[in-house]
């Protein structure tokens, strides 16, 4: 079985954002808003009334910038975890997550086996105090909560945003006894640290090598058709494709990525607006936020077999997207994922999948119907918001033990339908009706 980023990623990416605050403009006046995302200099916030405000970033405060910067590692707690291996208990599941010296955070499954690598899934973190701030692709995206500075074994611990934390517990900390080659660094400070070489190359695109790896890291505006990006630049295995590597590359109607490729990053592919098709191996195992978001020609997609995430924004206005197969090995469905996908008629969840976050698929105005399986725990404010046309959504399993206080996930026109042997449901769900499967038109 594939690495695969755990269920415990699920928890650390629910976004630092969920708790309101109030944002200040060099002019003086406030607004209270969630924070969404901070993208060259331009801040996207969330009013109350769920509409998106968009601020440069250098017209706010002083002090909001400070929030939006990832402070700097320090402390006892980092003396106490860098350099280790620490075994997590969460929900019956066992997680791996080796912190390195360099920054970044490692992991995999405990039930992949004792020879399973912790793999690189673009996790970077920060300390500060007793917490351990996760970023996805320099975004802050939640974090770990130690009980104290001196973590051991049998020591609760909690994931994920300060509000709405779940908890957890230290099984086993291990030090690190084999390091991969890239984390060399680590064991020799001293060591000669070449600098990544960025290139262009005679393909339209541009990369960076850092020691044996490629990463993908830009495209020329004017490339267009089909593109082919090869497994290897000069003997060297392509591994990433970058941030932001082909934003805005309108002309692109195809791209194949190679079976070397493990991680397409943050942005990678928004606003190619004529992208029709583009085929992604099973190996890869990460997919970061607004990856696709805003490419409009976009028809279908098949999701990796190793991904369990699909990210914030990740299909973002997909507007000519009309199926898609989310597969077991996904454990949540990220916030704003599927949002404006206004031609998406057809969705497969499978079980597996534990969480819909808001707004996962609002706005998918054509779709009429959704069965949701028994593995879902957590279905998101307004998961469903503005799909006008879904009258009939089908759960498979109890009703879920968790839902975020709030808006409702669906709209006025959604009937919920049941199985009469499930547990926990009443005559309505967060002001739906509910009826039996049998009772369905």
């Known amino acids: 079985m594939k690495t695969l980023i755990p269920f415990l990623i699920l928890c650390l990416i629910a976004t630092c954002n969920a708790k309101p605050r109030t944002w200040t403009a060099v002019n003086g006046k406030e607004v209270d808003a969630e924070f969404v995302s901070n993208e060259k200099g331009i801040v996207t916030l969330k009013l109350k009334s769920g509409k998106l405000f968009i601020v440069p970033l250098n ?13 700097p590692s320090s402390g006892p707690l980092l003396d106490n975890i860098v350099g280790k291996v620490m075994t997590f208990e969460f929900e019956g599941d066992e997680i791996l997550v080796q912190f390195n010296g360099d920054g970044r ?53 909690e994931f994920g945003p300060e509000e709405g934390k779940m908890k957890g517990r230290i099984t086993k900390i291990e030090k690190i006894t084999k390091i991969e080659a890239e984390n060399e660094i680590l064991n020799n400070p001293l060591a000669e640290d070449k600098p990544a070489e960025t290139v262009s190359v005679r393909a339209p695109f541009k990369y960076k090598t850092e020691g044996d790896t490629v990463t993908i890291t830009g495209c020329q505006k004017r490339a267009s058709g089909e593109l082919i990006i090869p497994s290897t630049i000069d003997g060297k295995s392509v591994t990433r494709i970058g941030r ?29 607006s004529s992208l029709k098709n583009i085929t992604i191996p099973d190996k890869v195992t990460s997919i970061v936020d607004h990856a696709f978001a805003h490419c409009t020609s ?23 997207l009309t199926s898609i197969n989310i597969h077991e090995n996904v454990y949540t469905i990220g916030l704003h994922a599927f ?42 404010n307004d998961a469903f918001k503005g799909c006008t046309s879904l009258t009939s959504v089908t759960f498979l399993g109890d009703s879920p033990e968790s839902h975020l206080v709030g808006p409702s996930p669906f709209d006025e026109a959604a009937t919920i339908y049941r199985k009469p042997e499930a547990k926990g449901w009443g005559d309505t769900f967060t002001g739906r009706p509910v009826k039996l499967i049998s009772g369905k038109p």
């Open 59 to 71: 017209m706010l405060s002083k002090s909001d910038q400070e929030f939006l910067k990832p402070k």
């Open 105 to 157: 955070m490692l992991t995999r499954l405990g039930h992949e086996g004792e020879n399973g690598n912790v793999e690189d899934q673009g996790l970077t973190y920060k300390i500060e105090g007793n917490e351990v701030l996760v970023f996805i692709e320099e975004e802050r995206d939640g974090g770990i909560s130690f009980s104290s500075t001196i973590p051991k074994a049998g020591d609760q611990v």
């Open 244 to 272: 932001e590597a082909f934003i805005g590359c309108r002309s692109l109607t195809s791209v194949i990525i190679p079976d070397s490729v493990s991680i397409i990053g943050w942005a990678a592919f928004v606003g190619c």
């Open 298 to 320: 976009l028809t279908s997609i098949i999701i990796p077999q190793g991904i369990t995430r699909i990210g914030q924004q990740t299909f973002n206005n997909c507007t000519s």
């Open 339 to 380: 949002e404006n996908c206004t031609s998406l008629k057809n969705v497969t969840i499978a079980k597996g999948v534990k969480s819909i976050r808001s707004y996962a698929f609002s706005g998918c105005t054509n779709l009429t119907s959704i069965t949701i399986p028994d593995s879902i725990k957590e279905i998101g």
